[in-house]
């Protein structure tokens, strides 16, 4: 039966899965047990990642709730597309993004030369509030999408009965739109608090010293300042307990998950108002959209020069990047595949834990197992591959999972009925079916994984850099032209790469 | 010859049985008011729902522990019978082989489906692109190449107006009396068993009852079919 040799497929994926989450766990509990007990710097760098976690995602919601709001209510050309572009900060390389702020709120940044001319400034952009400004820049689009969703969800016939009670805004806000919030907000909290309690590569860059050292960036650390390895696997085992806390909480708490199709959907709305309120929300949303193209505009105005005189290594590490993005993607999709060929609960839900463990603490578990082996630098590419791999994975099952459902409960009793089973079944029902969640979920993970500036780091590279790695490389030595100039290729090819995968999966005969 | 011993189908608290058999080339219409299991026979015939009890026997061959594709079983559902992602010459070929590549005799053996069903031509197109009745046309050119000796059909042509309906089961009538396949053929119209089939097998109050001839048993018909047609 294929339903039998679906799930025999399903348990080994979830297994291989399970092996490569819980191996490096094992490793990092038997290495923490080796007597480092943590002291005051690994509790501040705790309170670090809660505040600035906490900080990141109530800002991010709070900002979020005016841009949400137009959106919902005013129809205006470009609302598609502004919505589409509020998905684009998920694929965008983090790096990129980093270098862009400072281009625009660093020393010499844009912001900073305006205020002097005032005779104001100059804002720092390092610490705590550039760390939150990047993971703001990041999770607002993504609290946006959420709450949009939920002000999606409001039946228009509600609003339709306010306008004919002519009830005024604020008994319209009180009465529908506050008891939607109530439901939504919380998750929304939840999961970018989440979110940036794992997040390093923005610790990386803008964070740092004493007053301004996540956990994750911790773990870094004591892998190359001092190759402390019972540090860091205390502190690995310290993230693991945040993030997987935290993890299970968005989950409990987030129902919109800011993913849906149909955002784009017009709902007739009787209540927008006129008058100040439609000056006030043409505003919000032309900050929004200036607050997140400025600093890609920035980057990309000074990256263009730096085109011409490219440093050496970049095609190298542009190979490089697509290889392992390519790799990523393909080993995503096939796992998730053979995940979602299970139709099961639990296996989905095993999908689900690499949620709870972030991209630091897993190659801390992998280094502690290959180090007395074989040196970890050798095997750096491989192991970017399966972090990014784990990493995309909980995103892509929740996608194809559902259209994997589907697709046998539309066409199962059909396959059953010609005796397609196997490979057959494969090629002639779930592939062709499944075809444009492929291709979304190829690209997300391509992109996911060419951007990713995390476990390179840890493992050091041996002659083969990253396109993130390099621009890192470069941004520390000032090089800031020819870092944006890499930042842009790298953004070029994350964004095309997941074009190209999303496109094809939606081809005219899938 | 198809024979339902002792069969006892049960769902829930929902309960059917069935104890008959079924001479090889009859054309049996089953009849019942709605949510009386006639779907549910056919299902477990076809291998999609396990009877509690009891046996479906084929040539005297229990088919019990056989996957539908295995089974000498060919079925139409009410809806999805045909991969809205594949055209039509592929679907009609997937009652043949699996296989991605044609053999010349395969693809013969396709096209003269086709044209025996009156869709000569219509093999590159999707399902979405033809009409209502033609799509019920080319999951009958499929059956026609799967050769099975068994025909269930769980009213396909619903949807289809009363013209188009009379003429697709003319056109099974005629595939039927072509190939020498038993059929099983669901319905709720009595017209449509007096039109195509030569007996009835009445499912009502938990029994699905033995074949009777379709003319006699509709123009007299007993306590239980009144009931159902309701005069």
């Not at chain 1, 996540?214 to 502190?235: K, M, S």
């Not at chain 2, 019942?32 to 006639?38: T, V």
């Not at chain 2, 039509?88 to 003269?112: M, S, W």
Request: hydrophobic letters at 55%; aromatic letters at 6%; a positive charge.
């Amino acid at each position: 039966m294929a339903l039998r040799a679906g799930a025999l497929i399903a348990r080994g994926s979830a297994g291989l899965l399970l092996a490569l989450l819980f191996a490096p766990l094992a490793a990092i509990l038997i290495r923490a047990g080796g007597g480092y007990l943590p002291a005051p710097a690994d509790w501040a760098a705790v309170r670090f990642t809660l505040l600035q976690a906490a900080l990141s995602a109530l800002v991010s919601v709070a900002l979020a709730l005016p841009v949400a709001r137009a959106l919902a209510r005013r129809r205006f050309p470009g609302r598609r597309l502004f919505i589409a572009l509020t998905g684009a900060p998920f694929i965008l390389p983090v790096i990129v993004a980093v270098m862009g702020l400072v281009a625009i709120f660093g020393v010499r940044g844009a912001l900073n030369t305006a205020l002097a001319q005032l005779g104001l400034g100059p804002l720092r952009i390092y610490g705590l509030h550039g760390v939150v400004l990047a993971h703001v820049f990041f999770n607002m689009p993504l609290a946006t999408r959420m709450l949009l969703q939920g002000w999606q969800a409001i039946p228009a016939e509600r609003f339709r009965l306010a306008a004919q009670l002519n009830l005024p805004p604020a008994a319209t806000f009180r009465l529908l739109e506050v008891p939607m919030l109530r439901q939504v907000v919380p998750g929304a909290l939840a999961a970018i608090f989440a979110i940036c309690l794992a997040s390093f590569a923005v610790a990386l860059i803008l964070g740092g010293g004493p007053r301004a050292t996540t956990v994750e960036l911790a773990i870094y650390q004591a892998f190359t300042f001092d190759f402390d390895l019972g540090r860091a696997a205390v502190l690995a085992l310290m993230q693991t307990a945040l993030v997987a806390l935290a993890a299970v909480a968005a989950l409990v708490f987030a129902r919109a998950d800011g993913s849906g199709a149909g955002l784009g959907r017009p709902i007739a709305r009787w209540d927008a108002p006129r008058g100040w309120r439609r000056g006030a929300d043409v505003l919000v949303l032309m900050l929004a959209a200036a607050f997140l193209a400025a600093p890609i505009l920035s980057l990309a105005l000074s990256g263009l020069p730096g085109l011409a005189q490219l440093p050496a290594g970049i095609w190298g590490a542009a190979m490089t990047s697509v290889l392992v993005a390519l790799a990523s993607a393909a080993l995503t999709c096939l796992l998730c595949l053979g995940m979602a060929a299970g139709l099961s609960a639990v296996v989905q839900g095993v999908g689900l834990l690499p949620l709870a463990l972030s991209p630091l603490v897993l190659g801390t578990g992998w280094f502690l197992i290959l180090n007395p082996v074989i040196a970890p630098s050798v095997l750096a590419l491989p192991m970017l591959v399966a972090v990014n791999t784990l990493m995309a994975m909980p995103f892509c099952l929740r996608i194809l999972a559902p259209a994997y459902a589907r697709a046998e409960s539309d066409h199962g009793r059909l396959a059953d009925q010609l005796g397609l089973r196997g490979l057959a079944r494969l090629r002639w029902l779930v592939l062709p079916r499944l075809r444009p969640a492929l291709g979304f979920c190829a690209g997300l993970a391509a992109a996911l994984s060419m951007g990713d500036l995390g476990v390179i780091t840890l493992f050091g590279t041996s002659g083969q850099d990253t396109l993130p790695l390099l621009m890192y490389r470069l941004m520390g030595a000032y090089r800031t032209e020819a870092a944006s100039a890499v930042g842009l290729i790298l953004m070029a090819l994350s964004f095309g790469l997941f074009w190209l995968f999303d496109r094809g999966g939606a081809a005219p005969d899938a | 010859m198809l024979d339902l011993r002792s069969l006892d189908i049960r769902q829930g608290s929902f309960r059917l049985r069935a104890d008959f058999r079924v001479a090889p080339g009859a054309k049996v219409a089953v009849l019942g008011p709605s949510g009386a299991g006639k779907s549910t026979l056919l299902s477990v015939i076809a291998g999609f729902f396990p009877a509690q009890g009891g046996s479906v026997l084929w040539q005297g061959q229990p088919l019990e522990g056989l996957a539908p594709g295995r089974r000498p079983v060919a079925m139409l559902f009410q809806d999805g019978n045909l991969f809205p992602h594949l055209d039509i010459a592929r679907n009609v070929a997937l009652g043949l082989t699996p296989a991605r590549r044609l053999t010349p005799a395969q693809r013969d053996r396709v096209a003269q489906a086709l044209a025996r069903v009156g869709l000569a031509g219509f093999g590159p197109r999707r399902p979405a692109e033809l009409s209502g009745g033609q799509q019920s046309r080319a999951a009958l050119a499929r059956i026609l190449v799967q050769e099975r000796p068994l025909l269930l059909l769980d009213e396909p042509f619903a949807a289809l107006g009363p013209a188009l309906r009379a003429e697709m089961l003319d056109l099974v009538a005629a595939l039927v009396e072509e190939t020498g396949a038993t059929l099983l053929m669901v319905s709720h119209a009595p017209e449509d068993a007096r039109r195509i089939a030569g007996e009835i097998v009445l499912v009502e109050g938990g029994t699905a009852h033995p074949p009777a001839p379709a003319r006699a048993l509709l123009d007299n018909p007993p306590e239980a079919l009144r009931r159902y047609l309701g005069d």
